[in-house]
C-alpha cells in the first residue's frame, strides 16, 4: 500500500476534493471510512455521531484511511458458507503449474506454488513418468539427472526432500536402482521435475490435485508413497468398506488434500494386477528350416507393459474419481464422487447438443475443464463461459496473464481459493440427486440490464513498458471492458470464438495521456443497457 507522503500531486488533489466535499463519496464509502476511524482513532477525535454525508472529512485522517488496507478498492468477500457440498462451489485451478513460460519448450519450476499460484486451489497434471524413457525433455522444477537402469548407484534426493527426512528413492530387489517418477508434459521440449519435489512443495498451496498417469506399475506404487509421506495427515483416506455416496462439504475438507485420478473398480483392479504378475509363454521363431529343439522350445519372458492404474492408487481418488466422459446419459454421470474432465474444445460441443442436461449435471456433479493442448504459447480459454455453465474447475495457464487469468483472479480476489456459486446455479444441499434434469441455465437465475458509469481520476508510479527508460514518451490510457453473458450461452447456441479468452463485448478506452503520473481529469465512461447480467459472474476489466 502507498503511504500519504508518497501520493502524488494529481491524485492528492483529487483526494483533497474529496475529503472536502468537492466530490462526494457515497454514503456506503463515507460509512466505511467513519468504522475504520473507531477501529484505529483516539476515541477524541472520532466524531460522537456519524457526520451526514455532506459534511467535509478530516484530510489527515481521510488519507490515512484511503492509503490503509480498510481504504483497498477490493470489495471484500463475505464470509463464505462452506456447508455445501463440494459441486456447489467455484475452485480456483491451475494447469501446468510448473511451468514457467510456453507449453512447448519453456523452463519448470517448483517454487512457483510458493508464489502467486499459491491461492490456487488445484495443482493441475501431474504424469508420472518412468525415468528411463527420456527421449522427450519434460516438465518442472527441482531437476533430477537422467538415471538409466544401468548406474548402479542410487540417485541422491533433492535438498527439499533431504530437508524433511524423507527416504531416498526405492530400490528393486536386482543391483540396479529404481528411480522415482518425474511430472513432465508429455512430447514437448519442457524440462522434467522429480513427483517428489512437486509433492512436497504443493503441501500448503493446493486442494485438489489432478493426476495424468502415464506410469509403470511399480512407479505407481512409489507414486502413492511419496503423497503418503509428503501430504501426511492432509491427505484424504478412505475408511473402511467406503463407498462414496455424496460429495463433502469444503468444511470437512479444510486443511486436506484430494488427489483426483482415474477411477478403477476394486475388483478390477485386482484381476488386472493378478494378471499383471503371471508371465506371458511366447514361441521363438526358427531362423532356418533346422528342426534343432532350440528353436521348438516355449521361452517364458515376463512382458512389460505400460499398466493402467493400480487399485491403491485409485483408491486415493476418495471424492474425485476421474472417469472418461462418454456423454452425460451415461451411468458414470450420476456416480456420486465422479469428474469429468473435458477439454474447451469438447466442452463447447456438448454445449451445443445439451447445453440444460450440462448447467443440470453441474449443479450436483464435478466437472473440470482444460486449455487445448494446441495452445503452446500459454494461452487461455475464457473461464466465465465455463463457470457460467457451472463448471467448478477451469484450469487456466497462469503461465501468460492474458484475459482469462485477469478473470480468474477477478473472480477468486480476498478469496482462499473456492467461491461459492450464486443460488440458481447450485444443487441439492443434503447431497447428489439421482437424475440431471433440462433446467436450462436462462432459468436459473434473474439476468438484469446493467447501466455502469466509471469515472478516472488519476494514477502514479506507472511502469514503463520494457525496453523504455524514458517518462516523457510514455502516452498511456485506460481500456475498460465488460465480460458478461451471451445470449448464445443461454440457449445453446454457438458461441463465437468457441468460448476462447477474448476482449469484452463492451468497451471503452480513455483519451491517451502522458508520463507515469497521468491525470485523466475526471473522465468519464459509460456502459449503458446491457442486457442480460448476471453480477455474480460479470466481470469489468
Not at 472418461?324 to 464422487?337: M, N, Q, V
Not at 447450485?426 to 434473474?446: H, K, L, M, P, Y
Request: with cysteine; charged share 25%; hydrophobic share 30%.
Amino acid at each position: 500500500m502507498s503511504t500519504p507522503q508518497s501520493l502524488s500531486p494529481a491524485i492528492l488533489t483529487y483526494l483533497s476534493s474529496i475529503a472536502s466535499n468537492k466530490l462526494p463519496l457515497p454514503h456506503d464509502q463515507v460509512q466505511e471510512f467513519h468504522s475504520y476511524l473507531s477501529t484505529t482513532s483516539k476515541p477524541k477525535n472520532v466524531p460522537s455521531h456519524e457526520p451526514s454525508r455532506e459534511a467535509p472529512l478530516d484530510l489527515h485522517q481521510f488519507l490515512n484511511y484511503i492509503t490503509s488496507d480498510e481504504g483497498d478498492a477490493m470489495v471484500k468477500l463475505e464470509e463464505q458458507d462452506l456447508s455445501y457440498p463440494l459441486s456447489n462451489y467455484f475452485i480456483n485451478s491451475s494447469h501446468n503449474t510448473y511451468l514457467t513460460g510456453n507449453q512447448l519448450y519453456s523452463e519448470s519450476k517448483i517454487d512457483v506454488w510458493n508464489g502467486e499460484s499459491k491461492s490456487s486451489s488445484t495443482e493441475d497434471k501431474d504424469e508420472g513418468e518412468e525415468q528411463k524413457h527420456r527421449f522427450r525433455p519434460r516438465v518442472p522444477h527441482s531437476f533430477r539427472k537422467h538415471f538409466s537402469g544401468k548406474d548402479e548407484q542410487t540417485p541422491k534426493t533433492s535438498a527439499v526432500a533431504e530437508s524433511l527426512s524423507l527416504p531416498t528413492p526405492w530400490m528393486s530387489a536386482s543391483t540396479a536402482a529404481r528411480a522415482e517418477p518425474r511430472v513432465l508434459h508429455g512430447y514437448t521440449l519442457t524440462k522434467e521435475v522429480a513427483f517428489r519435489d512437486v509433492c512436497i512443495a504443493i503441501g500448503d498451496a493446493a486442494f485438489v490435485n489432478s493426476l495424468e498417469v502415464h506410469a509403470g506399475r511399480e512407479q505407481q506404487e512409489i507414486m502413492v508413497e511419496i503423497m503418503e509421506q509428503a501430504w501426511k495427515g492432509l491427505l484424504v483416506r478412505p475408511a473402511a468398506n467406503h463407498e462414496c455416496e455424496q460429495l463433502p462439504t469444503p468444511a470437512e475438507l479444510l486443511r486436506k488434500i484430494l488427489v483426483k485420478v482415474k477411477y478403477i473398480a476394486p475388483e478390477k483392479a485386482a484381476a488386472k494386477a493378478a494378471k499383471a504378475t503371471k508371465p506371458s509363454v511366447q514361441r521363438k521363431k526358427s531362423a532356418s528350416s533346422s528342426s534343432s529343439s532350440e528353436n521348438q522350445g516355449p521361452e517364458s519372458t515376463a512382458k512389460t507393459k505400460r499398466s493402467s492404474i493400480i487399485g491403491s492408487l485409485s483408491a486415493m481418488g476418495v471424492y474425485t474419481r476421474s472417469y472418461h466422459f462418454k456423454g452425460l446419459s451415461s451411468p458414470e454421470a450420476t456416480a456420486p464422487c465422479h469428474v469429468f474432465s473435458l477439454s474447451e474444445k469438447k466442452l463447447m460441443a456438448v454445449h451445443e447438443s445439451h447445453g440444460p442436461t450440462l448447467f443440470s449435471h453441474n449443479r450436483n456433479y464435478m466437472m473440470r475443464a482444460f486449455p487445448s493442448g494446441t495452445r503452446v504459447s500459454s494461452s487461455n480459454l475464457d473461464p466465465a463461459v465455463c463457470w457460467r455453465k457451472g463448471v467448478q474447475m477451469v484450469a487456466l495457464n497462469l503461465q501468460k496473464n492474458d484475459a482469462g487469468v485477469m478473470l480468474n483472479a477477478g473472480m477468486f480476489a480476498g478469496s482462499v481459493g473456492w467461491v461459492l456459486k450464486p443460488k440458481g446455479y447450485r444443487g441439492n444441499r443434503q447431497g447428489q440427486g439421482t437424475a440431471v434434469s433440462d433446467e436450462s441455465q436462462s432459468d436459473a437465475i434473474a439476468h438484469r440490464t446493467l447501466s455502469l458509469s466509471i469515472e478516472f481520476l488519476a494514477a502514479q508510479t506507472l511502469p514503463l513498458p520494457i525496453g523504455d527508460s524514458k517518462p516523457s514518451g510514455f502516452n498511456p490510457y485506460i481500456k475498460c471492458e465488460l465480460h458478461v453473458e451471451r445470449p448464445e450461452e443461454r440457449t445453446g447456441e454457438v458461441i463465437e470464438g468457441g468460448g476462447k479468452s477474448k476482449d469484452g463485448e463492451y468497451k471503452h478506452k480513455t483519451k491517451t495521456r502522458k508520463g507515469i503520473e497521468p491525470d485523466f481529469d475526471g473522465e468519464v465512461v459509460h456502459f449503458s443497457d446491457v442486457p442480460g447480467v448476471v453480477e455474480a459472474l460479470s466481470f469489468v476489466r
